[in-house]
T-cell receptor, first 113, second 112 residues
């Protein structure tokens, strides 16, 4: 059973466009939702994260939107750049006990110049 | 401030052998988590160490074991390697209850 479902699997956008990645979760005990960016051959890098008491969080060109009732959250990348081309993972975690991250399957983003 | 480091970078083993992977946590972090990332997939949680004790385990068999040392560095040991163990092994460090986990570059393990 996949607890965090991510879509689409891949996305191609033009430079300057908006990239949108969606995630849905099942476990209502999740209370921390990060997004990671991973380049080939590298470890995932934490981009931005949100907790369920907030509906939106913005950091630079990256914005997370969170819909607690729908159990969905999304990452918006504004003014997408070729350097943003990478694989993006959403994840979820339950605080307390073992703080394990549950990851989606990832989305490969390609930003064309 | 140095980030999370892992060694070795790459490793090639044959089926049935044993392997030890190492991780140094980020300065000030007291918790280490290990993840396995198969090609084209998201990382899967193996286990977490806090105060030198295992603090949660994912769906991995007992031949996956670990240690955490007093300086918060950690080892992942895998016995009786199988072909399906070929993957990128990631270590992430964090401050307990802070939730933010920072990953190292990973160790690419190939089992032949």
């Amino acid at each position: 059973q996949q607890q965090v479902k991510q879509s689409p699997q891949s996305l191609i956008v033009q430079k300057g466009g908006i990239s949108i990645i969606n995630c849905a979760y099942e476990n209502t005990a999740f209370d921390y939702f990060p997004w990671y960016q991973q380049f080939p051959g590298k470890g995932p890098a934490l981009l931005i994260a949100i907790r369920p008491d907030v509906s939106e969080k913005k950091e630079g060109r990256f914005t997370i939107s969170f819909n607690k009732s729908a159990k969905q959250f999304s990452l918006h990348i504004m003014d997408s750049q070729p350097g943003d081309s990478a694989t993006y993972f959403c994840a979820a975690l339950t605080q307390g006990g073992s703080e394990k991250l549950v990851f989606g399957k990832g989305m490969k983003l390609t930003v064309n110049p | 401030e140095t980030g999370v480091t892992q060694s070795p970078t790459h490793l090639i083993k044959t089926r049935g052998q044993q392997v030890t992977l190492r991780c140094s946590s980020q300065s000030g972090h007291n918790t280490v988590s290990w993840y396995q990332q198969a090609l084209g997939q998201g990382p899967q949680f193996i286990f977490q160490y806090y105060r030198e004790e295992e603090n949660g385990r994912g769906n991995f068999p007992p031949r996956f074991s670990g240690l955490q040392f007093p300086n918060y560095s950690s080892e992942l040991n895998v016995n009786a390697l199988e072909l399906d163990d070929s993957a990128l092994y990631l270590c992430a460090s964090s401050i307990r209850a802070n939730n933010e986990q920072f990953f190292g570059p990973g160790t690419r393990l190939t089992v032949l």
